[in-house]
C-alpha cells in the first residue's frame, strides 16, 4: 500500500509540473473556470475510521473505531451549470484496510461545488450518495465476508493551482444496514459505517 500511495504521489506531482510548465499558468485569483466537464479525483492519503462491530471468526471484532489505511478514486461530469453552484454527478471506487482486513467500497454520488461564490481558485465541494463497502478479513482463524449499503455525505475543498490541477482534502461519514458472515454459516445483520479524512488532487479535463 505504501509502494502505490508513494508511485500516485509522485505521479500527482509530475502531472502538476507538467501543467505549471505550460501557458496554463498558476491562478491567482478569479473563481475556479472548468476547462471541460469532467474532474477526476485521486486521494492517496486516506484514513478510515469504523464504527461498525462485527465478528469474523477467530479473528475477533472488527470495527469500533478500528483505523484503516483508505486509498479514494472517484469520476464526475457537470450535469447542470447553475447561477450559484454547479452540479456533477460521479461514481468513485475506494480501497484500504489494515491486518487481516480488506475492503472496497464503489458507490455513486451527486455533488456540489461553489467555486461560483469565492473570488479565488478555492472549490468547496458538498456531496451526497450512496456507497456498498465489501468486508473481506483474511489471514487468519475462519474468516467470512460481509457488506453494506450506506448512504454516504461529505465535505472538502480544493485549491486549483492551474485551471486543471486542484489540491486538497475532503471528510465523509457514512452508515447503514450491514450484512456479515462470520464464516461458520451465522450471517448477521449489523450497524454500519465509518468517517473518512482524504487528501490528494482533482483533475479537471
Known amino acids: 500500500m505504501k509502494r502505490i500511495s508513494l508511485l500516485v504521489v509522485t505521479l500527482m506531482l509530475s502531472l502538476g509540473g507538467m501543467s505549471l510548465a505550460h501557458a496554463d499558468g498558476i491562478q491567482k485569483d478569479g473563481p475556479e473556470a472548468w476547462p471541460g466537464k469532467v474532474m477526476i479525483g485521486v486521494a492517496p492519503l486516506g484514513v478510515s475510521a469504523d464504527f461498525n462491530n462485527y465478528y469474523h471468526g477467530y479473528i475477533g471484532y472488527a470495527g469500533d473505531g478500528y483505523g484503516s489505511y483508505k486509498f479514494g478514486f472517484n469520476v464526475a461530469g457537470i450535469v447542470a451549470d447553475l447561477p450559484k453552484l454547479t452540479v456533477w454527478l460521479g461514481g468513485e471506487l475506494n480501497a484500504g484496510g489494515r491486518a487481516y482486513f480488506a475492503q472496497i467500497e464503489p458507490g455513486i454520488f451527486v455533488g456540489f461545488t461553489l467555486e461560483k461564490l469565492l473570488r479565488i481558485p478555492l472549490v468547496p465541494i458538498i ?14 482463524g475462519n474468516p467470512g465476508i460481509g457488506g453494506a449499503f450506506e448512504i454516504k455525505v461529505g465535505v ?33 445483520t449489523i450497524f454500519a459505517g465509518y468517517f473518512d479524512f482524504l487528501a490528494g ?3 479537471a479535463l
Open 156 to 188: 472538502g475543498a480544493y485549491y486549483f493551482l492551474t485551471r486543471h490541477i486542484g489540491l486538497g482534502a475532503e471528510t465523509h461519514l457514512s452508515f447503514g444496514p450491514g450484512f456479515v458472515d462470520d464464516g461458520f454459516g451465522h450471517r448477521n
Open 201 to 203: 488532487a482533482k483533475f
Open 127 to 140: 456531496t451526497v450518495g450512496i456507497a456498498g463497502p465489501i468486508f473481506a478479513p483474511y489471514g487468519a
